[in-house]
């Protein structure tokens, strides 16, 4: 039986990291009644308050606690929790999704697990985390009759969107992927440090977006949960405008039998793909409707809402029981750390955003064959010898001098699917 919308119960959520994405989604919540914010989980409290003050939930309906007992009973009481306590919502009944947005690797994956292991649907904007961890993460969701997926309005979710939307017309798709403003390899934190700081950003978030790491990111969690794969490391990237879209990739020869996830640079914002049909009446109609000769065409989607679109993601986990974007099983892709600078040994590696390496998407089986290291998990590493810049990581030169959950979760994931890596390095 079908149940109508308006039969259906309130979406109880969990907001755990209150930064841009975090913040802003508790606004979407609280604005939309299909959903009811019961915990927002933030390390610093003061950010956490802020939110919810943003969001127009008044403070007489708020209880700090990092004690599950008078969480629940706050719940009971129809009071919002908050709690510094980043695993407290994955012990709380009320909580239907957790809804992650720190953007760390070790929270992200850690929330996760605890999450669904407690039987809740988790949607995170933290392509980073199922970049590094998602097939396993996805497998254990599986496990425990939950849904592990990113989410809707961030690039992977719209791509997966538009996959989804050119499949049911029956159209090959050739190329999807990205549109690209700003490309600086070699960006530090000092470099995006104006830039961060005008848009509220942390400095490594802004690092990443411009050196290119979460693009890439990005684009191994597409690839990842639809099987299209990049053509070369790092992909190719054309300059062109819409116009010439598919010129473009002809010239570069993408357009070969292949299906291939890239980026654009000159689109401005949203994502696209590109499409090949042979079939007479399609080329046909797609005439009529001004999308070209073909027989290949170019779909752009401008639009990138972000948090405003978030909460679609969240409704289509907790009633439809469907992941917006989660992997297919074993990895494709990996994001893998590259050297932003010359490397000596015995240096402690900052990873994501930082000033010594930047991410590239690359095939998993070379990955695999060559051992190389995701970044992933290269922040926890000390180089044990020298490394170039632009050189990959190879496990070979790191180690791991401790321990902590993400490195745990990638060892269980190459496990699983049985990826070997050097000896000793993890």
């Not at 490594?204 to 990005?218: H, P, Q, S, V």
């Not at 998407?361 to 590493?381: K, M, N, T």
Request: include cysteine; glycine fraction near 10%.
């Amino acid at each position: 039986m079908i149940v109508s919308r308006l039969e259906r119960p309130r979406i109880g959520v969990a907001v755990v990291g209150t930064g841009f994405f975090g913040a802003g989604l508790l606004r979407r919540l609280a604005a939309v009644p299909d959903f009811e914010p019961r915990v927002v989980a933030n390390r610093t409290l003061d950010h956490a308050l802020d939110a919810i003050r943003r969001a127009g939930i008044a403070s007489c309906q708020v209880v700090v606690t990092h004690d599950a007992r008078e969480a629940r009973a706050a719940l009971n009481a129809g009071r919002l929790v908050v709690t510094s306590d980043l695993l407290l919502p994955a012990a709380l009944d009320g909580v239907d999704v957790v809804a992650e947005a720190t953007g760390d690797v070790v929270v992200g994956s850690r929330v996760a697990h605890t999450a669904i292991q407690a039987g809740k649907h988790v949607v995170a904007a933290n392509p980073e985390t199922q970049a590094t961890v998602g097939p396993i993460l996805r497998v254990l969701a599986d496990a425990n009759h939950v849904i592990y997926s990113d989410v809707d309005g961030d690039e992977p979710g719209l791509i997966r969107s538009l996959l989804d939307e050119l499949a049911s017309m029956g159209l090959e798709v050739a190329v999807a992927g990205n549109c690209k403003g700003v490309l600086k390899r070699y960006a530090t934190p000092e470099s995006q440090a104006g830039f961060a700081a005008r848009f509220g950003l942390k400095p490594w978030i802004a690092t990443a977006a411009a050196d290119g790491t979460k693009l890439n990111f990005e684009l191994t969690v597409v690839a990842n949960a639809s099987g299209l794969t990049p053509a070369v490391r790092g992909m190719r990237g054309p300059s062109t405008d819409p116009e010439h879209l598919v010129e473009d990739y002809h010239r570069l020869q993408l357009l070969d039998g292949g299906h291939y996830v890239d980026y654009a640079h000159g689109l401005g914002s949203g994502v696209f793909a590109i499409v090949r049909s042979d079939h007479p009446e399609v080329q046909s109609d797609f005439r009529y409707l001004k999308l070209g000769e073909g027989p290949y065409y170019a779909f752009v989607r401008p639009l990138v809402m972000c948090h405003y679109h978030a909460p679609r993601s969240i409704s289509r986990a907790a009633w439809l029981g469907e992941p917006t974007v989660a992997p297919l099983g074993a990895p494709v892709a990996e994001t893998i750390a590259f050297a932003k600078r010359d490397l000596e040994a015995g240096a402690e590696l900052d990873g994501i955003g930082g000033f010594d390496l930047y991410g590239l998407i690359v095939r998993a089986d070379e990955a695999a064959r060559e051992c190389l290291v995701p970044i992933g998990v290269a922040q926890y590493g000390r180089l044990r010898r020298s490394v170039r810049k632009d050189e990959p990581l190879e496990y070979d030169a790191v180690e791991f001098a401790s321990d902590n959950f993400a490195l745990q979760l990638r060892r269980q994931q190459d496990a699983l699917f049985g990826v070997q890596v050097a000896a000793g390095a993890a």
